[in-house]
């Protein structure tokens, strides 16, 4: 299963694969090969989800560090909600 997950170039992923006890003994190769089939099978016909992790804060700061804040903005591809412009700058 590892090498079906980094033969796709998965990172960070969950992949289940349920195996029902039918009566047979595959041995460890017949188990391994039956568990990679089931991983292939899921990663070509799964839905791949990307999910991302969000934190909201508040920022209030001067308006002479407004480039810092930007750059930083820039640098760390920071999505911002609203931007209110007072006396201070609150993000």
Do not use: C
Request: net charge positive.
């Amino acid at each position: 299963m590892l090498g079906q997950i980094r033969s796709h170039q998965l990172e960070n992923v969950l992949l289940a694969v349920v195996r029902y006890f039918g009566g047979t003994l595959l041995g460890a190769s017949g188990l391994g090969t039956a568990y990679k089939s089931a991983a292939l099978d899921a990663i070509q016909h799964g839905e791949i989800i990307t999910l991302s992790r969000n934190v909201y804060f508040k920022l209030t700061y001067s308006y002479p560090m407004e480039k810092y804040l930007v750059s930083w903005i820039t640098k760390w591809m920071v999505w911002l909600w609203k931007k209110h412009m007072l006396n201070k700058l609150v993000l």
